[in-house]
C-alpha cells in the first residue's frame, strides 16, 4: 500500500510531467504557467496550484487512529471528515506578503 509520502510524491511529480506536456516545453517559466492553470484530481480530490505563490489547493482528510478493531494491518484510521479544496482555508495571498495581480 502507498503511504501518504508516497501518494504525495506522485501527485506532485505527476503535476510537474502534465504541465511539461501541456506546455509542450521544459522551459521553467512555461512549465511554471502551465502549472498555475492545472486543475487535477491524481488521487484525493480536486486539486489545483494558487497562482500567487504555487500554493497546491487540496482537500485535507481528518482523521483519528485505530488503536483497536482493526480489520486488517492496512486499516489504521477512521476518516472523520473530508474537508474540500478551497483558498479559504489558507491564509491569504496579501498575508503571505505576495502582491496580487489580476
Request: aromatic fraction near 8%; charged fraction near 30%; hydrophobic fraction near 30%.
Amino acid at each position: 500500500m502507498p503511504s501518504d509520502y508516497g501518494a504525495l510524491g506522485y501527485a506532485g511529480i505527476r503535476s510537474v510531467l502534465q504541465a511539461v506536456k501541456d506546455s509542450d516545453a521544459t522551459d521553467s517559466t512555461r512549465v511554471s504557467i502551465a502549472l498555475r492553470q492545472l486543475k487535477y484530481d491524481w488521487y484525493k480530490g480536486p486539486q489545483f496550484y494558487r497562482k500567487c505563490d504555487h500554493q497546491s489547493v487540496q482537500s485535507v482528510v481528518i482523521v483519528e487512529s485505530k488503536s483497536k478493531g482493526m480489520k486488517d494491518k492496512n486499516d489504521v484510521f477512521n476518516v472523520l471528515s473530508i474537508e474540500a479544496a478551497d483558498e479559504k482555508n489558507l491564509r491569504t495571498c496579501e498575508e503571505m506578503g505576495h502582491k496580487v495581480t489580476t
